[in-house]
């Protein structure tokens, strides 16, 4: 019996020793965190103006909505930042106003719903260190109601809830 209590004991012991050990690091990895947030921050707003190009370029290129020729985009200064919640990836979400004109030919020219400008969000990824687009947009959401909207796979970070990754 003497070596089964030993045994338990110094099981107990490393299990001790393994949670002090995880709430000792957490303040390091909570600021490791928040540093990295706040570094693709800056690296949002450094690269904002060529970001928002690209988007146009990506969105514009996409096809949708299916008629219509993307003719003029306007972004919100605001940026929310959010992430994903089964990879950690963080996204940056911008409202903007996109208008559109008719495709000859598409079906659209005599809509008239076509010259309202519409409001939406458009998505940016940090990807492997930098950000980018692939010029995704989510129409009649705002960066709000686009983060509950994805309430299942994406989450609002701030920047004292940068957890341990993103």
């Known amino acids: 019996m003497g070596t089964a209590l030993w045994f338990v004991c110094t099981l107990a012991v490393a299990a001790l020793a393994g949670v002090a050990t995880a709430l000792a690091l957490r303040p390091v990895r909570l600021a490791r965190a928040a540093e990295r947030l706040s570094r693709a921050q800056r690296d949002f707003h450094r690269q904002r103006e060529q970001l ?11 096809g949708k909505p299916r008629g219509l020729r993307w003719s003029d985009i ?3 200064d605001d940026v929310l930042y959010a992430r ?13 106003e996109v208008s559109f004109e008719a495709i000859e030919g ?5 809509v008239e719903a076509v010259s309202r400008v519409r409001a939406a969000t458009a998505e940016f990824l940090y990807d492997d260190g930098r950000w980018v687009t692939d010029g995704r947009v989510y129409f009649n ?3 709000s109601a686009t983060v509950k909207y ?10 004292e809830q940068a957890g341990g990754r993103f």
């Not at 598409?106 to 005599?110: D, I, L, P, T, W």
């Not at 299942?152 to 920047?159: G, I, K, M």
């Open 52 to 62: 928002e190009a690209k988007f146009f370029d990506r969105a514009a290129a996409s």
């Open 74 to 76: 306007r972004f919100d």
């Open 84 to 96: 994903e919640r089964r990879t950690g990836i963080l996204k940056a979400l911008v409202a903007v």
């Open 106 to 110: 598409g079906g659209m020219e005599e």
């Open 141 to 143: 959401l705002l960066p």
């Open 150 to 159: 994805l309430g299942s796979d994406l989450e609002l970070l701030a920047e």
